[in-house]
């Protein structure tokens, strides 16, 4: 049964109150600031939500859900340059205004397998613009996905290092990262590129690692 109009107005406030607490204040946000940002009582909210975690949840659906708009925006893209660049600058701009969101997110317990699947929803439609890039002769003919995920992750340091002296440093690295994916003057790779099995063993690495540090 849908939400009645005033349920939905509230639901919508209590995901944009608990989308900025958590971004401001991370794993120590409270339900009640929550609640009280969103202009509504603790009641409602534990209506709307029974539990942190379901918060969390919905909040982690909608974060993706951005993600993945990106993703099928670039998909869509004429110009897969254009696209790719365009998902970059969107992805990277969100992580890093929602970092200690990020945080939480990473931290949430049973959402492997949603994160999982999210992930190949994500790379799928990325593994398009790659090939479509290469077929435009605008992306160096050797550029993989997973060459893009682990460049997508050299920014969880740096966001972390220059947010406070310098919020704006990881769009100088972006542009870096796109030159280098650009095919004049590529060095040709000696390496072989992962296959999929190993880019989401890596990936969960990363993951697992990033999650040991934050809960200690």
Do not use: C
């Not at 005033?6 to 209590?14: F, G, K, M, S, Y």
């Not at 004429?78 to 969107?90: I, K, M, N, Q, T």
């Not at 003057?185 to 690692?209: M, Y």
């Amino acid at each position: 049964m849908p939400l009645r109009r005033d349920a939905l107005r509230n639901r919508e406030r209590l995901l944009t109150a608990g989308r900025e607490t958590f971004a401001e204040l991370g794993a120590d946000a409270t339900l009640e600031e929550v609640a009280r940002r969103a202009g509504v009582g603790i009641g409602t909210l534990y209506r709307r939500f029974p539990s942190r975690e379901t918060l969390v949840e919905a909040i982690f659906e909608e974060h993706f859900a951005e993600v993945a708009a990106a993703a099928e925006e670039a998909g869509a893209a004429e110009d897969a340059w254009s696209g790719l660049v365009g998902f970059l600058e969107r992805v990277l701009e969100l992580q890093a205004a929602n970092l200690p969101l990020r945080d939480v997110l990473l931290i949430q317990r049973g959402q492997e397998e949603r994160i999982a699947e999210q992930r190949r929803r994500i790379g799928a439609l990325l593994e398009q613009v790659i090939a479509r890039g290469r077929e435009q002769g605008s992306l160096r003919d050797d550029l993989t996905l997973g060459d893009l995920v682990f460049a997508m992750w050299s920014f969880a340091p740096l966001f972390e290092a220059t947010a406070t002296v310098a919020p704006n440093a990881w769009r100088r690295h972006l542009q870096i990262v796109l030159d280098g994916m650009r095919p004049d003057g590529a060095t040709r790779q000696r390496v072989k590129p992962l296959g999929r099995s190993q880019l989401e063993a890596a990936v969960d690495v990363l993951r697992n690692r990033y999650y040991r540090r934050r809960a200690a």
